[in-house]
């Protein structure tokens, strides 16, 4: 094999694994705002992002304030550009954050903050 | 001057609104999952926290996550070339290290689990239907870093395989 296809291959595998680490450390990164911005009662935070800030009055902040668990899944293999987190509702339940990966600004979008379950 | 002064207050308030062990999680999982693809064996031991350094045993113990063999009872699994060391780092076509891509693009959850201060992480990788689905590797936030803290086997979770 020639030299430069050894290093064109290393730096591809060096790229998606940045790539993978890079979404989902901005995935984080907009959970980590979102419940910031939730649990200081940031309306213009989620109107800004085309979220209707009436999440924060239904139970969302609550559950954002005595949150102590939350489960974060990332799927590349099936969807590489959706990505959910899911946190307990205080009065049971789980409250679900969808988001999706938009390509053309290469950034998470929050598209459905939702209430499941009981 | 002023310029690097400005930088630095900008870098600390853009950083303000993040969780730091939240924030530092993925990274930590990256270097986890490498250290294993590539049967890294001494790093990935540095990965665990001295079984004496946990703090607060009894606090921990009562999180609602499985903590049931020690840093130390891992490790020497490990050592004995037992069910750790096959499910993770053997030839096997089904131990971790053969089954995750180098690529670093799998499917990963992170649970976290909050007590006071106390947070810790259980990270699954694969699908769900994946061998390496069936092992919970549970990480502890403490001193400002993650450390792995022990690791599940859990077959009845990994579905039909």
């Given at each position: 094999m020639r030299p430069y296809a050894v290093?064109?291959?290393?730096?591809?595998?060096?790229?998606?694994?940045?790539?993978?680490?890079?979404?989902?450390?901005?995935?984080?990164?907009?959970?980590?705002?979102?419940?910031?911005?939730?649990?200081?009662?940031?309306?213009?935070?989620?109107?800004?992002?085309?979220?209707?800030?009436?999440?924060?009055?239904?139970?969302?902040?609550?559950?954002?304030?005595?949150?102590?668990?939350?489960?974060?899944?990332?799927?590349?293999?099936?969807?590489?550009?959706?990505?959910?987190?899911?946190?307990?509702?205080?009065a049971g339940g789980y409250w679900v954050l969808a988001m999706n990966f938009d390509e053309s600004v290469h950034r998470w979008r929050i598209i459905r903050?939702?209430?499941?379950?009981? | 001057?002023?310029?690097?002064?400005?930088?630095?207050?900008?870098?600390?308030?853009?950083?303000?609104?993040?969780?730091?062990?939240?924030?530092?999680?993925?990274?930590?999982?990256?270097r986890l999952s490498r250290?294993?693809?590539?049967?890294?064996?001494?790093?990935?031991?540095?990965?665990?926290?001295?079984?004496?350094?946990v703090k607060d045993v009894a606090a921990l113990r009562a999180m609602p996550f499985r903590f049931a063999l020690d840093p130390g009872d891992v490790m020497g699994s490990f050592a004995d070339k037992g069910v750790f060391f096959r499910r993770i780092f053997s030839d096997f076509a089904s131990s971790m290290a053969s089954e995750l891509p180098a690529s670093g693009a799998y499917p990963v959850r992170y649970d976290i689990h909050r007590k006071a201060a106390r947070v810790v992480a259980c990270i699954r990788y694969g699908g769900e239907r994946s061998h390496a689905h069936a092992l919970e590797y549970v990480a502890l936030w403490q001193g400002g870093?993650?450390?792995?803290?022990?690791?599940?086997?859990d077959d009845a979770s990994a579905g039909q395989r």
């Open positions: 290093i064109i291959i290393v730096l591809l595998a060096c790229g998606c694994t940045n790539e993978s680490l890079s979404r989902k450390r901005a995935m984080i990164a907009l959970y980590s705002e979102a419940i910031t911005a939730a649990a200081d009662g940031d309306s213009a935070w989620f109107a800004s992002r085309s979220i209707d800030p009436g999440i924060l009055t239904n139970g969302f902040r609550t559950a954002v304030r005595s949150n102590e668990f939350t489960s974060f899944a990332y799927d590349p293999e099936v969807d590489a550009d959706r990505g959910s987190v899911i946190m307990p509702a205080a903050i939702e209430k499941s379950g009981r | 001057m002023p310029a690097v002064g400005f930088l630095c207050a900008l870098m600390f308030f853009s950083c303000a609104r993040y969780d730091a062990p939240l924030m530092s999680l993925a990274a930590f999982e990256t250290t294993i693809v590539t049967r890294d064996a001494r790093t990935f031991f540095s990965f665990f926290i001295p079984a004496k350094a870093e993650w450390r792995l803290l022990t690791i599940n086997i």
